[in-house]
């Protein structure tokens, strides 16, 4: 269920990020730069709240969730820098910025019963 959850997202920040490059007459730089900082912040927080959980202990989870309230600043401000260059780029991002505050919910519930 979450690997079709997940290539659905990946596929439509995909068709989003193709949306803003395509356009020519805009600048993109900075909201295309946005958009792979978020990428990296993805790759992170798993090898963040998975990866260093065994050597860490709760102090990673704590350090996943601060990871996490960074990806979504991040995503947040990729949708506002979309948006204005293509419209449907802005609105095809907001699912992941749903899914990340889900995410974070998660995440916080686990850094505090642990």
Do not use: D, H, K
């Not at 979309?82 to 889900?102: C, K, Q, R």
Request: net charge positive; charged share 5%; glycine share 4%.
């Amino acid at each position: 269920m979450f690997t079709l959850v997940w290539l659905v997202l990946y596929a439509v920040m995909a068709v989003a990020a193709w949306l803003v490059w395509r356009q020519r007459r805009l600048p993109r730089r900075r909201a295309l730069r946005l958009y792979g900082l978020q990428l990296a912040l993805n790759l992170l927080w798993p090898m963040t709240f998975f990866g260093l959980y065994p050597a860490l202990g709760t102090a990673a989870l704590w350090l996943a969730l601060a990871v996490l309230a960074a990806l979504i600043l991040t995503a947040v401000l990729t949708v506002l820098r979309f948006g204005p260059i293509s419209p449907a780029a802005g609105l095809l991002m907001l699912p992941n910025v749903s899914w990340l505050v889900f995410s974070a919910s998660l995440n916080l519930y686990a850094a505090l019963s642990n």
